[in-house]
Nanobody
Framework: QVQLVESGGGLVQAGGSLRLSCAAS????????MGWFRQAPGKEREFVAR????????VYANSVKGRFTISRDNAKNTVYLQMNSLKPEDTAVYFC????????????WGQGTQVTVSS
């Protein structure tokens, strides 16, 4: 069983930045595609970003493209989400997830970390 633990959330003013981290317990982390998702109150969970096992390929939702950057450090079993130019509509619980087979079927999820952007 893979355990994922997010950290780095908090309260920030619009225009500010935060960096989220997601630490994985599994040594197989380096073989997993990893993703970030978010869920705002009253809304469905939505995709934010995805990174390949090597870090060489990334995909972003249009709503965050150019503002957010996903990266990973396989030596530390950690994936990051650098969030810049934050907007109030970025307020949500952010989750990281692991896709062991590169099929966009995320099998392991973290507990989430709250990000609140004030206007």
């Amino acid at each position: 069983q893979v355990q994922l633990v997010e950290s780095g959330g908090g309260l920030v003013q619009a225009g500010g930045s935060l960096r989220l981290s997601c630490a994985a317990s599994s040594r197989s982390f380096r073989d997993y595609f990893m993703g970030w998702f978010r869920q705002a109150p009253g809304k469905e969970r939505e995709f934010v970003a995805r990174i390949s096992w090597s870090g060489g390929s990334t995909v972003y939702a249009n709503s965050v493209k150019g503002r957010f950057t996903i990266s990973r450090d396989n030596a530390k079993n950690t994936v990051y989400l650098q969030m810049n130019s934050l907007k109030p509509e970025d307020t949500a619980v952010y989750f990281c997830a692991a896709d062991p087979f590169g099929t966009s079927h995320y099998q392991h999820w973290g507990q989430g970390t709250q990000v609140t952007v004030s206007s």
